[in-house]
Nanobody, 123 residues
Framework: QGTLVESGGGSVQAGGSLRLSCKGS????????MAWFRQAPGKQREGLAA????????YYGDSVKGRFTIAYDNTENTLWLQMNSLRPEDTGLYYC????????????????WGQGTQVTVSS
C-alpha cells in the first residue's frame, strides 16, 4: 500500500511563489509517472504537471505552462512543484498522484493519491 504526503501549501498574494513537495512511499525504485492536480470548489480535478520518475520528461497543462515547474528527486522519492507568478485562479486543493494508469498523464487516472494541500492566492 503506497502513501503520498503533500506539504508546502499556504496563503500568498498574487504574483508570489510557493513550492509544494510530495513524499512518496509507493515502493522501491518507482518507475512511473507522478503528477500534480488541483481541485477548486465546484470544479473538476485539473491536471497541472506530470513527470516520469526515470526519464524525467515533464508535461504541463496550459494554465500553468511557463509559471510552474515539476521535478522529481529520486534520491529522496520526493516530487516537487515550484509555483511562480501565482494568480487568484490558482487557488485550490493541490494533490500529488503516483503511478499513472493512462497514456494521458494529465488525466486524473492514477493509482495513488495524497490527501491534498491547500493553496490560497489573494488578489
Amino acid at each position: 500500500q503506497g502513501t503520498l504526503v503533500e506539504s508546502g501549501g499556504g496563503s500568498v498574494q498574487a504574483g508570489g511563489s510557493l513550492r509544494l513537495s510530495c513524499k512518496g512511499s509507493t515502493g522501491t525504485s518507482p518507475t512511473y509517472f507522478m503528477a500534480w492536480f488541483r481541485q477548486a470548489p465546484g470544479k473538476q480535478r485539473e491536471g497541472l504537471a506530470a513527470i516520469h520518475t526515470t526519464y524525467n520528461s515533464p508535461y504541463y497543462g496550459d494554465s500553468v505552462k511557463g509559471r510552474f515547474t515539476i521535478a522529481y528527486d529520486n534520491t529522496e522519492n520526493t516530487l516537487w512543484l515550484q509555483m511562480n507568478s501565482l494568480r487568484p485562479e490558482d487557488t485550490g486543493l493541490y494533490y500529488c498522484a503516483a503511478e499513472g494508469l493512462s497514456d494521458r498523464v494529465l488525466d486524473p487516472k492514477y493509482r495513488y493519491w495524497g490527501q491534498g494541500t491547500q493553496v490560497t492566492v489573494s488578489s
